[in-house]
């Protein structure tokens, strides 16, 4: 994980999307609709909670064992301890049943964090052993800092964000905004509101941008929630591919035109999972996602 020191700049914005995108898809791709679905409740806070007077590491196995009971690895021990290193935290990856996860020694200190960082290397163990994962080490940590948001323990990476006028930290390599995207696609699928979990002001301004960013992908054509702009856009580069077989729209549109023998086709992501959605081009209909079984109302 990467180390989030306290002071290092924080990098806001979406700058990972695609990649993010992509791991939602191959989460349910790897797991299927109906075992995405048995993560219906998140982690609570008291599972991951850590007072001062706690013992050390007594209180880190504790939180370590919730953890692993609610990622479903129920036959994962984890061994947890701590060192001097650059990173917040690592775990080394074996067959198991047993996994050594080493914090950073500034965690004695920020306890309040610990949940944090256990969360995201507990994931790397589930991911491992589902045997998922994305090439180089950036786009893989994306990937474990996405699945462990959208399984409902990645609340605490984002909570973990702090900034004020004197020092700054960070956990995990999404920025705050896109935890917040995750956590807000997570909530619209299991009717789910994290925002009182939230300790960290700076996390909730997060969260509420990455909503709106989630919301967003609901509002756009081909469906029919589309607001007035997307819709005459879209209509445009209808009429535009009807004329011109074979050409594309700006790469800035989520949606593209396929010409064949059964006429004008569009493909555009599915709002939940990702995945392409691909659909011929006959106004209003009702389809569904083939992959998390989404129902989508769309205008073609």
């Given at each position: ?20 995108r992509s791991a939602i898809t191959a989460l349910y791709r790897r797991l299927s609709p109906d075992g995405v679905h048995t993560y219906g409740a998140s982690l609570v806070p008291a599972d991951a909670a850590f007072c001062d007077d706690d ?246």
């Open positions: 994980m990467s180390n989030g020191s306290p002071g290092a700049p924080v990098v806001h914005g979406f700058p990972h999307l695609d990649t993010v013992d050390l590491h007594l209180g880190a196995q504790r939180v370590a064992r919730a953890l692993v009971q609610h990622l479903r690895l129920p036959d994962a021990r984890m061994i947890v301890g701590f060192r001097t290193m650059e990173h917040a935290a690592s775990v080394e990856l074996t067959a198991g049943p047993e996994y050594f996860i080493e914090l950073n020694d500034r965690f004695r200190t920020h306890r309040r964090d610990i949940g944090a960082a256990l969360a995201h290397e507990i994931t790397h163990v589930l991911l491992h052993r589902l045997d998922l994962e994305f090439p180089g080490t950036r786009a893989n940590e994306i990937l474990t800092d996405t699945v462990t948001a959208y399984l409902g323990a990645g609340w605490l990476l984002l909570d973990a964000f702090r900034e004020d006028a004197t020092s700054r930290q960070k956990l995990g390599y999404l920025t705050p905004e896109e935890f917040g995207y995750v956590l807000a696609k997570r909530a619209l699928v299991f009717d789910e509101d994290p925002s009182p979990w939230f300790t960290s002001p700076q996390a909730y301004t997060a969260y509420t941008k990455g909503r709106a960013r989630a919301l967003h992908d609901l509002r756009r054509p081909p469906l029919t929630a589309a607001g007035w702009a997307g819709r005459r856009r879209y209509a445009k580069d209808r009429r535009y591919a009807q004329d011109h077989p074979g050409t594309s729209p700006d790469p800035g549109v989520p949606y593209a035109f396929e010409s064949g023998g059964e006429g004008l086709r569009v493909s555009f992501p599915c709002p939940t999972c990702h995945q392409r959605i691909r659909l011929p081009v006959r106004g209003r209909t009702v389809a569904r996602c083939g992959l998390c079984r989404t129902r989508l109302e769309c205008d073609t």
